[in-house]
Every structure is written in structure tokens, then in C-alpha cells.
């Protein structure tokens, strides 16, 4: 039985977030392939269509740098709470479009949203949740784009069914709108603000109340003191103000390196239509295979993290699937090469078969661990913005995926594959030299036997970790940080 059950129901509503990302991403690319759409809207070329997908990437780069500029002025729920409102207005002039202009407007407006709520799902989920279920807890951002993904997906398969004309469209435009309102009921209702957050702007009193609501698993003694280490970790670290990202880096360069890296690796994973369509594979075909993606990514997102990132680890998740990875993409690349120009019904399947082993081992292995682990390894006073940064990288490398794949898949074919392949293998050399373990560590006697606070992963980076009711030293932060380790440490978070 899951002993922080308020947690859970907060961190399912707060994945709503996530869920508007891959649901909001996903409904688009099905909508304008309907010849309804196109009929309505004047046979646009492929330029102002490809602007339907370009300017939605470009408001969730803006969405992420509002998220870097005022997400901490306004607080998680009121900035969630803002995107929220946002996301339904453009989800209803994207449904309600009577031309292009009107339809790009509702697609950055809903793009500005989903990029400043998705990057600060993950930190919310990070704050509230126990050291021992925050693999599960965090994870659930990750569970979130996947069902909103394989939504996506069922929702364009099945409305390749519709009667033409513009229901097949306005509908699953249409079907944004609830999880917004949904979201925000919820933010206004019983979803607590950030205790961390709360301590940060002064509120300690309110803070404490917070922290042991969503720590019902504890004993009043065991409350006071890990919020009393918490509280003291953050005030130290707000003893300075941190202005600029080069100050960010100056003070914790390992952390601040990390964090982006953890972000941008998930850019290999794709939507595998193009492949499809290279294997003459039929439309309504490519949308049910397109739904079953989905679903895979889905259930062994959810299955996965029910059991690996709290017991094996967050390092050896993100090292076994990007190993995954590189082969499924190797062997993607051979079975293109050797049976998309031939008739050989069998190979054609084999080649199928890669793309499903690719989506399990990505979101079963690296999906929920992107979405937590950056927003796990910053401290709290830069946390938001370093993962606005981390989502802006993100979102830049997004859009260079997606303009440069059917373009390079038609020109080199197969072989853009190895482009994957070759990122993915630094980033695998990255994980293995600087990503600290997170993972719980048994028989830790500080706060708890089976893992570390949010606070005590400042140590796993040479950091100072402050005791409760230990004085702080004016300037102790640099030469704490100066000390820190330059090697890998194999530590456990």
C-alpha cells in the first residue's frame, strides 16, 4: 500500500501538465493531416502547415524562458495556475479557428502554456514528495506525456473514422479543454504550495503545516526534523543572491552542467511515422500503429516506474536505456537499408518490431528520469530557472529535430539514424563520468534509512549539506563548492 497517499493524488492531478505537453504536441500533427482541415483552411502550402507545428515549439521556448523569469516570483501554484488559464484559451481559439492566422494564435498561446507548465511539473513533484518515493512521485511527469501521447494518438486514429467535414478536426482540438480546468480546480482546491517554496519567500510557519500534511508517513518527531534540515540547507543557500547564470555556474558547476544534460538527451526519441511511411506502410495503418506506439510508451512508462527509479537507480536507468537505445537505433537503421525498397512483408515487420522495442526501452528507462533528475540535483534557490533553461534546450533542439528529420530521412535515408546513434553514445559517456547515483542507500543514518532529501543531494557534488541548528558562515558557499569533486562519485541519492 502506498503509505503518502496525498502525495499520490497530487502528484496524478499535477501531471496533468505533462499530459496537456503530449496530448496538445501529439492532437496537432493528426488534425492537420485531415483533408477537412486543409479544405477549410484553403489548401495551405507546406510551408504556413509546417508553421503550425514551428510556432507552437517557438511558444514553448518562450513559455520556458517565463518560466526562468517569474515562475519563482509568482510561486509553483500561481504560475501553474496562470498556465492553466492560458492553455484553455488557446486550446479554445485553436477549436473555435476560422483561418490560419486565428489557428496559429491558438497554437501559440496553448505552445507558450505547456512550455512553462511542463518544465515546472517536475520541480513541483520533486518538492513534494519523500526521499523514498520521489523516483515514483517525480516519475510521474514523465507517466503523464506518455498518456497524453498515446490520448493523442487514439484520438487521431479514431477520428480517421469521422464523416468529412470539420467535426474531424474541431473534436480533438476540442478535447484539450477539460485537463486545463481540470488542473486548475485542482490548484485551487487541495494541491498544497511547494513547503521548500514557502520557506524560500518566509512562510515558515505555513511551510511546516504544508510539509507534514503531504508527509502523513512520518512521526511528528521525524517531521520537525527533516523540515528543520530543510529549512536550514535553504536558508543557507539563500544567503547569497544568485542574479546571473554565470554566478549559477561559478557556485555549482557540476549541478548546473548536469541539469541541461539530463533534459536534452531525450531528443532521440520521435514519433516513428516517417519510418512508416519509408516501409509503405498505409495512413490509417500508420495511425493505428501510431496508437499502439503510444500505448507501449505508456504502460511500460507506468510499469517501469513502479519499481526502478527508488530501488535500481536513476544512473543505471538512464545508462541501461541509453545503451537500448543505440542499439534499437543501429538495428532500425539496418532493417531500413535492407527491406524498405522490397516487397518482403516480413521484413518490413522485423522493422516494426525495432521501433516498439525502441519506445519501451526509452520510456520505460530514460522518460520519467529526465523529467526528475534535473530538477532533483540543483538546489532550491535556482532550481526553476535551471530547469526553464533545461526545457528552452530542450525545445531548441525539438525544433531542430523536427525540421531537419523528414528532410534528412528523404535525403540520407537510413542513415540519419547514426546521427541518434552517435549523440546518444555521448551522452551514455556523459551519464558514466559525471551523473552522481540516485538510488536510495540503505543504512543512511541521517534523516532516514532508505534515502536522502532534497537537500542532502548538495554532498553528492562536494556541496555543504547544513545540520539543523548549525550556523551558517558568511561566504562559506564558494569555498564549500570550490572543494567539491571534479571525478565521477558514485553516490547514492
Given at each position: 500500500?502506498?503509505?503518502?497517499?496525498?502525495?499520490?493524488?497530487?502528484?496524478?492531478?499535477?501531471?496533468?501538465?505533462?499530459?496537456?505537453?503530449?496530448?496538445?504536441?501529439?492532437?496537432?500533427?493528426?488534425?492537420?493531416?485531415?483533408?477537412?482541415?486543409?479544405?477549410?483552411?484553403?489548401?495551405?502550402?507546406?510551408?504556413?502547415?509546417?508553421?503550425?507545428?514551428?510556432?507552437?515549439?517557438?511558444?514553448?521556448?518562450?513559455?520556458?524562458?517565463?518560466?526562468?523569469?517569474?515562475?519563482?516570483?509568482?510561486?509553483?501554484?500561481?504560475?501553474?495556475?496562470?498556465?492553466?488559464?492560458?492553455?484553455?484559451?488557446?486550446?479554445?481559439?485553436?477549436?473555435?479557428?476560422?483561418?490560419?492566422?486565428?489557428?496559429?494564435?491558438?497554437?501559440?498561446?496553448?505552445?507558450?502554456?505547456?512550455?512553462?507548465?511542463?518544465?515546472?511539473?517536475?520541480?513541483?513533484?520533486?518538492?513534494?514528495?519523500?526521499?523514498?518515493?520521489?523516483?515514483?512521485?517525480?516519475?510521474?511527469?514523465?507517466?503523464?506525456?506518455?498518456?497524453?501521447?498515446?490520448?493523442?494518438?487514439?484520438?487521431?486514429?479514431?477520428?480517421?473514422?469521422?464523416?468529412?467535414?470539420?467535426?474531424?478536426?474541431?473534436?480533438?482540438?476540442?478535447?484539450?479543454?477539460?485537463?486545463?480546468?481540470?488542473?486548475?480546480?485542482?490548484?485551487?482546491?487541495?494541491?498544497?504550495?511547494?513547503?521548500?517554496?514557502?520557506?524560500?519567500?518566509?512562510?515558515?510557519?505555513?511551510?511546516?503545516?504544508?510539509?507534514?500534511?503531504?508527509?502523513?508517513?512520518?512521526?511528528?518527531?521525524?517531521?520537525?526534523?527533516?523540515?528543520?534540515?530543510?529549512?536550514?540547507?535553504?536558508?543557507?543557500?539563500?544567503?547569497?543572491?544568485?542574479?546571473?547564470?554565470?554566478?549559477?555556474?561559478?557556485?555549482?558547476?557540476?549541478?548546473?552542467?548536469?541539469?541541461?544534460?539530463?533534459?536534452?538527451?531525450?531528443?532521440?526519441?520521435?514519433?516513428?511515422?516517417?519510418?512508416?511511411?519509408?516501409?509503405?506502410?498505409?495512413?490509417?495503418?500508420?495511425?493505428?500503429?501510431?496508437?499502439?506506439?503510444?500505448?507501449?510508451?505508456?504502460?511500460?512508462?507506468?510499469?517501469?516506474?513502479?519499481?526502478?527509479?527508488?530501488?535500481?537507480?536513476?544512473?543505471?536507468?538512464?545508462?541501461?536505456?541509453?545503451?537500448?537505445?543505440?542499439?534499437?537505433?543501429?538495428?532500425?537503421?539496418?532493417?531500413?537499408?535492407?527491406?524498405?525498397?522490397?516487397?518482403?512483408?516480413?521484413?518490413?515487420?522485423?522493422?516494426?518490431?525495432?521501433?516498439?522495442?525502441?519506445?519501451?526501452?526509452y520510456y520505460a528507462l530514460i522518460n520519467s528520469v529526465t523529467w526528475l533528475y534535473g530538477a532533483e540535483v540543483v538546489p532550491m534557490s535556482i532550481r526553476s530557472r535551471m530547469v526553464g533553461l533545461s526545457a528552452v534546450a530542450h525545445y531548441v533542439v525539438n525544433v531542430g529535430i523536427t525540421q531537419a528529420g523528414p528532410t534528412a530521412f528523404a535525403n540520407i535515408h537510413e542513415n540519419y539514424y547514426y546521427v541518434f546513434v552517435a549523440c546518444c553514445a555521448c551522452y551514455l559517456v556523459i551519464v558514466y563520468m559525471f551523473f552522481p547515483e540516485s538510488?536510495?542507500?540503505?543504512?543512511?543514518?541521517?534523516?532516514?534509512?532508505?534515502?536522502?532529501?532534497?537537500?542532502?543531494?548538495?554532498?553528492?557534488?562536494?556541496?555543504?549539506?547544513?545540520?539543523?541548528?548549525?550556523?551558517?558562515?558568511?561566504?562559506?558557499?564558494?569555498?564549500?563548492?570550490?572543494?567539491?569533486?571534479?571525478?565521477?562519485?558514485?553516490?547514492?541519492?
Amino acid at each position: 500500500m502506498f503509505e503518502d497517499r496525498f502525495a499520490l493524488i497530487v502528484g496524478i492531478t499535477a501531471s496533468i501538465g505533462t499530459f496537456l505537453y503530449g496530448f496538445d504536441t501529439g492532437i496537432a500533427t493528426t488534425t492537420i493531416a485531415h483533408p477537412s482541415w486543409r479544405a477549410y483552411m484553403g489548401n495551405p502550402t507546406n510551408g504556413i502547415t509546417g508553421a503550425v507545428v514551428s510556432t507552437y515549439i517557438a511558444g514553448e521556448a518562450i513559455g520556458a524562458v517565463f518560466q526562468i523569469l517569474i515562475a519563482d516570483r509568482l510561486g509553483r501554484k500561481r504560475f501553474m495556475q496562470l498556465c492553466c488559464i492560458l492553455v484553455t484559451i488557446g486550446c479554445i481559439v485553436q477549436a473555435a479557428a476560422q483561418s490560419i492566422p486565428m489557428f496559429l494564435v491558438g497554437r501559440i498561446l496553448a505552445g507558450i502554456a505547456v512550455g512553462a507548465i511542463s518544465g515546472t511539473v517536475p520541480v513541483y513533484l520533486s518538492e513534494i514528495s519523500s526521499p523514498k518515493t520521489r523516483g515514483f512521485i517525480g516519475g510521474l511527469g514523465g507517466v503523464g506525456l506518455s498518456s497524453g501521447t498515446m490520448t493523442a494518438n487514439w484520438v487521431g486514429y479514431a477520428c480517421g473514422y469521422a464523416p468529412y467535414g470539420a467535426i474531424q478536426w474541431r473534436l480533438p482540438l476540442a478535447m484539450q479543454l477539460p485537463w486545463g480546468i481540470i488542473l486548475f480546480i485542482g490548484l485551487s482546491t487541495y494541491m498544497p504550495d511547494s513547503p521548500r517554496q514557502l520557506v524560500q519567500k518566509g512562510r515558515v510557519d505555513e511551510a511546516k503545516h504544508v510539509f507534514a500534511r503531504i508527509r502523513s508517513d512520518l512521526e511528528s518527531e521525524e517531521v520537525q526534523r527533516e523540515f528543520g534540515i530543510m529549512h536550514a540547507q535553504i536558508e543557507y543557500e539563500m544567503q547569497r543572491k544568485i542574479l546571473t547564470f554565470g554566478e549559477m555556474f561559478k557556485l555549482y558547476r557540476r549541478r548546473v552542467a548536469v541539469c541541461p544534460d539530463s533534459d536534452v538527451r531525450d531528443r532521440s526519441e520521435r514519433n516513428p511515422a516517417t519510418l512508416y511511411k519509408s516501409l509503405g506502410i498505409e495512413a490509417q495503418t500508420i495511425l493505428a500503429l501510431a496508437a499502439v506506439w503510444g500505448t507501449c510508451a505508456f504502460v511500460s512508462n507506468v510499469i517501469a516506474i513502479n519499481y526502478l527509479p527508488d530501488r535500481w537507480g536513476r544512473r543505471k536507468m538512464l545508462l541501461a536505456g541509453l545503451s537500448c537505445v543505440i542499439i534499437t537505433e543501429i538495428y532500425c537503421a539496418v532493417m531500413q537499408r535492407e527491406f524498405q525498397y522490397t516487397n518482403n512483408r516480413v521484413g518490413k515487420a522485423f522493422a516494426v518490431v525495432g521501433i516498439f522495442v525502441f519506445v519501451i526501452c526509452y520510456y520505460a528507462l530514460i522518460n520519467s528520469v529526465t523529467w526528475l533528475y534535473g530538477a532533483e540535483v540543483v538546489p532550491m534557490s535556482i532550481r526553476s530557472r535551471m530547469v526553464g533553461l533545461s526545457a528552452v534546450a530542450h525545445y531548441v533542439v525539438n525544433v531542430g529535430i523536427t525540421q531537419a528529420g523528414p528532410t534528412a530521412f528523404a535525403n540520407i535515408h537510413e542513415n540519419y539514424y547514426y546521427v541518434f546513434v552517435a549523440c546518444c553514445a555521448c551522452y551514455l559517456v556523459i551519464v558514466y563520468m559525471f551523473f552522481p547515483e540516485s538510488e536510495s542507500r540503505q543504512g543512511q543514518v541521517l534523516v532516514y534509512a532508505n534515502g536522502k532529501t532534497l537537500e542532502e543531494i548538495a554532498a553528492s557534488f562536494g556541496d555543504k549539506v547544513i545540520e539543523a541548528g548549525e550556523p551558517i558562515v558568511a561566504g562559506e558557499s564558494y569555498s564549500a563548492v570550490e572543494k567539491g569533486h571534479s571525478a565521477h562519485v558514485d553516490v547514492k541519492v
